[in-house]
Each structure stands twice: as structure tokens, then as C-alpha cells.
């Protein structure tokens, strides 16, 4: 005898759980911030050689903080799998050249294909980002340069993030908000 147990739900065999953290202190990253962990050739190309480099699933847990960490994530969520992924790589390259603009390429690698001259744009479990900026009413510029916006990778077998907040790491109040919005019995207090 068949059982159908959920109606009307979409089922994933993933097991992400990726989170936009949504801090109470509107701050926007200084020059010297913004070039953190970001390092351009003496051509000021930006070469992001590995595909790992723009690969997020539900492990390892990550918390991207930084502006360089946030257009990887970018670039991984908004163009990967997507038509219009030429369009908006150019979205995000433009912000970068404004913010750096000393950079004159942000060059991603190739697809791992034989002879492939396919540019990879990257792999991520769950695209939460679309519906963030949309729903938040926020452009991409705002999310890549304000402190305010951070990204947690993170497995919900693992749940990570929920045992850093739980073990007071992290000063819940400064906490604004969390999206998607997910209440984890073992959160509440």
C-alpha cells in the first residue's frame, strides 16, 4: 500500500542550508576592506582559477563576510545554470570595476570538459540570492558592499550555524534578521 505522507511540495536531495544573515549595523566596506582577500595580477587581472573557488554547497560551512567572497557567491548564484548569465556576470564586473578600479578583468576559469573554452561560473546548491534581492528590494551593489549582508554555507546535517549561535559566538542581538526566515526548534531559548 502506497502512502503519500507531504501534497503539492517540492522535494530536493539536497541538504543545503545556505542563509543571508542580516546584520542591525548598516556599514559599507572601506577601500582597504573591499580588496580584502582579493588579489589582481600586475595586469590587474582578477583571475579566480579554480572552480572550487566558486563552488558552494553544503559543505564546507563557510560565512562570507568579506566583498571578495560575497561576488564569488555572486557570480555562483546568479549565473550559474542561468540564459542570461553573460548579462548578469557583466552586472556584477561592472561593481567591481567601480569598486576597484584598478581591476580590468575578472577572468573565471574553464569548464573541467576536454578542450572545453566554456567559462564556468560555478556551482551552488541552492540559488537563495535571487529571491533575497527581489524580496528585500535591495541591487546587488548594496548586498556586495554592505557589512550588513552575510552568507552562511552551511549542510543541515551538520547545522553549523545553528551550534555557533547556540554556543554564543555570536551576539544573536546584533541580529536583524535571517533569510530564508528558518526557526530551528534547538534556536529557540
Known amino acids: ?14 541538504s543545503s542550508m545556505h542563509s543571508l544573515v542580516i546584520k542591525k549595523r548598516n ?4 577601500e582597504s576592506e573591499i580588496r580584502e582577500n582579493l588579489w589582481l595580477c600586475d595586469n590587474g ?26 561576488v564569488r557567491y555572486s557570480i555562483a548564484s546568479l549565473c550559474s545554470h542561468k540564459d542570461n548569465a553573460k548579462e548578469i556576470f557583466e552586472d556584477i564586473t561592472k561593481i567591481v570595476y567601480e569598486m576597484i ?18 567559462i564556468c561560473y560555478g556551482y551552488i546548491d541552492e540559488d537563495i540570492l535571487t529571491g533575497f ?4 528590494g ?22 553549523i550555524w545553528s551550534d ?3 554556543s554564543g559566538l555570536v ?19
Do not use: A, H
Request: proline share 4%; hydrophobic share 25%; charged share 45%.
Open 1 to 14: 500500500m502506497k502512502r503519500q505522507i507531504r501534497r503539492n511540495v517540492f522535494e530536493t536531495n539536497s
Open 27 to 30: 556599514e559599507y566596506y572601506d
Open 45 to 70: 587581472e582578477w583571475d579566480i582559477w579554480s572552480d572550487d573557488s566558486l563552488s558552494f554547497g553544503r559543505s564546507p560551512f563557510e560565512c562570507l563576510r568579506t566583498f571578495e567572497s560575497k
Open 101 to 118: 578600479p584598478e581591476c580590468t578583468q575578472i577572468k573565471l576559469p574553464k569548464l573541467d570538459y576536454y578542450d572545453s573554452d566554456e
Open 133 to 136: 534581492l527581489k524580496d528585500e
Open 138 to 159: 535591495i541591487d546587488l551593489k548594496e548586498f556586495l558592499t554592505n557589512k550588513k549582508y552575510v552568507v552562511i554555507v552551511d549542510g543541515d546535517e551538520y547545522c
Open 164 to 166: 555557533v549561535k547556540k
Open 171 to 189: 551576539n544573536k542581538e546584533e541580529i536583524e534578521s535571517e533569510y530564508p526566515s528558518r526557526k530551528y526548534s534547538d534556536d529557540e531559548d
